[in-house]
Nanobody, 119 residues
């Protein structure tokens, strides 16, 4: 079993930055990442990182603006979000054991943290 605890959401203005954190406890997982659900939309993939290699993958909508990283000693992943815009407003979910087959299948979810970007 894996438990994911997120933090770092909040309200920011367009153009500002925000960093989300997610700490994992329990058994180790091969990868972790972030998804988001905007109001009235389905949950979508944002980014993921492989624990052992550090390989990363991003959604096209955030590529070049968001950076995912990991800290193995703290069993944590981070999502640095730069140049935020109102379209980034969503509940952001931390995820572990992510498989793409080609749709995404996730074994563990965090509780979600709200990110609101005002214009």
């Amino acid at each position: 079993q894996v438990t994911l605890t997120e933090s770092g959401g909040g309200l920011v203005q367009a153009g500002e930055s925000l960093t989300l954190s997610c700490r994992s406890s329990g058994r180790s997982s091969s990868n972790m990442g972030w998804f988001r659900r905007a109001p009235g939309k389905e949950r979508e993939f944002v980014a993921r990182i492989d624990w052992s290699s550090g390989w990363t993958s991003y959604a096209d909508s955030v590529k070049g603006r968001f950076i995912i990283s990991r800290d193995s000693a703290k069993s944590s992943v981070y999502l640095q979000m730069n140049n935020l815009n109102p379209d980034d407003t969503a509940v952001y979910y931390c995820a572990a054991e992510i498989r793409q087959t080609p749709s995404f299948d996730v074994s563990y979810w965090g509780q979600g943290t709200q990110v609101t970007v005002s214009s």
